[in-house]
């Protein structure tokens, strides 16, 4: 088997997704819980200077669609990217609709004003005290900074609550028929959308929304359970 260490932010759903992707192909992998503290070393192993990557028996391999992609070539069973092209474009379309809409919902709740103590710890756990209390504020304004540009961080609150529950029953819909989002089997797609929409329910909002579909929290469980997911 190939030697695969993956270098995370364990609280990140892109890392998440990473170590789903891995576990579900059963291919062994080694976690480096990258210090808050080097962030900015990142660049001297990974050009973007972003995590996760993974080192695949010497390889570097950035952002995790790419990962995905690679690990799907390298081990094509069990699949992950539908045979079938029009499944296929919808999987990947899904996968890319969760990084890049779900992602900045996530970001702005989980890190909001409600939540960001909590998650903060989450991420910080392991510096010093002091540390904390420096860096905190610093994560707390580049956070508002980005999702107000995107454009979700601007929303008020009631409409941050619709938005939500219009998300999850999209979502909700998706799978009503199989069980999963796309074909009758996990894609890629299930574990893009379930690590950025876990992370949504990190929230107070998110909880509250997800406490009112029980379909989506059986979704939920039965995308865990295939991905062996250890969320953080």
Known sequence: MPQVILYQFAVSPFCDKVRRVLAYKNIPFET?????????????????????????????????????LAVE????????????????????????????SLYFYEMCLRFGEEDF?????KVARTLPEEMRAAIAPMLRENFRHVTATQGVGRKPKDQLVRDV??????????????????????????????CQAECITDSRIGADALARRPALQEYFRRVDALTHAQRV
């Not at 103590?117 to 710890?121: A, C, P, S």
């Open 117 to 121: 103590d909590r998650t903060f710890l």
């Open 73 to 100: 070539e390298r081990v094509p069973e069990p699949p992950l990217i539908p045979a079938d092209p029009v499944e296929r474009a919808l999987a990947l379309a899904l996968e890319d609709w969760a990084d890049e």
């Open 165 to 194: 529950d219009r998300l999850f029953s999209v979502i909700e819909c998706l799978q009503q028929r199989t069980g999963f989002v796309v074909g009758d089997s996990l894609s890629l797609a299930d574990i893009a959308i379930v």
């Open 32 to 68: 480096y819980e990258w210090p808050l503290a080097e962030v900015p070393r990142i660049q001297e192993r990974n050009p973007t200077g972003k995590l996760p990557f993974i080192e695949w028996d010497g390889q570097i391999i950035a952002d995790s669609t790419d990962i995905a």
